[in-house]
């Protein structure tokens, strides 16, 4: 197995793509550190299942904008498994589709805390507690190459941000972490179930290379390649991942 005996933090791992990871990563051997906001279900569940087939998982419920959510998470793991060889930051969110003459600066605020500053939070967190090979894969956006649609400058300028935070630490932590990114399109998943009309849906499925959407398990494969060995040589990546709709 890819990952035996190496322990995994997923943050936002409740549900859609997080949970992917999660049920991936851990059937590769990794012990697997859970984080979610609201999606306790899935996280439960997980655990549960992990468990029964003989693996260690634990879920824990934080708001990781915060320092105390970040900190509990963290803390517990390096309690519970000694250590952190892979980070997934996979937390983040649109909130809510608005324009830049309508935004308030509360809502441009909240969506840099959930998609930036818990990422820059969970990686300062980890450091100290990752040792030589350990990996950093971050989810960022198509959103962040080409704008994302409308009303989502602000959701947008996170993720590029992201990217670029992606780059700038895979030069700081070398040789020791490798950091890369992936950028995702169109994936079947409640974002976009929440903030895209089936309508522009429809109309991706149609036009894309592939004729679909995404899944959820077509970026877990994917942060599974990043988080092992089978990418030693990759670091400072932003890998999209869009079925043929974006080519960068």
């Not at 003459?101 to 909240?110: I, L």
């Not at 040792?131 to 950093?136: K, P, V, Y």
Request: net charge negative; charged share 20%.
């Amino acid at each position: 197995m890819k990952l035996e005996g190496k322990t995994v933090i997923v943050t936002g791992g409740g549900r859609d793509i997080g949970l992917a990871c999660v049920k991936m990563l851990a059937a590769q051997g990794a012990n697997v550190a859970i984080n979610y906001f609201s999606s306790s279900k899935g996280a439960d569940e997980a655990v549960a299942e992990i468990t029964a087939a003989g693996g260690k998982a634990f879920a824990l419920q934080g708001d990781l904008s915060s320092e105390a959510g970040v900190n509990a998470l963290v803390e517990k793991t390096v309690a519970e498994f000694g250590g952190v060889d892979v980070l997934v930051n996979n937390t983040g969110g649109l909130i809510a589709r608005k324009t830049f003459a309508e935004m308030e600066v509360s809502h441009w605020d909240a969506v840099m805390d959930l998609n930036l500053k818990s990422i820059f939070l969970m990686i300062k967190a980890c450091l100290p507690h990752m040792s030589d090979n350990s990996t950093i894969v971050n989810l960022a956006s198509q959103a962040g190459r080409d704008g994302g649609g409308p009303g989502s400058v602000a959701y947008a300028s996170s993720k590029g941000a992201v990217m670029t935070m992606t780059r700038g630490l895979a030069k700081e932590l070398g040789p020791k972490i490798r950091v890369n990114a992936i950028c995702p399109g169109m994936i079947d998943t409640d974002f976009h179930n929440v903030h895209t009309p089936d309508a522009a849906r429809r109309g991706l499925e149609a036009s894309a290379p592939v004729r679909r959407q995404g899944l959820p398990d077509d970026i877990a494969n994917l942060v599974l390649f990043l988080a092992c060995d089978d990418s030693a040589f990759m670091t400072g990546t932003n890998i999209d991942i869009n079925g043929g709709m974006l080519f960068s």
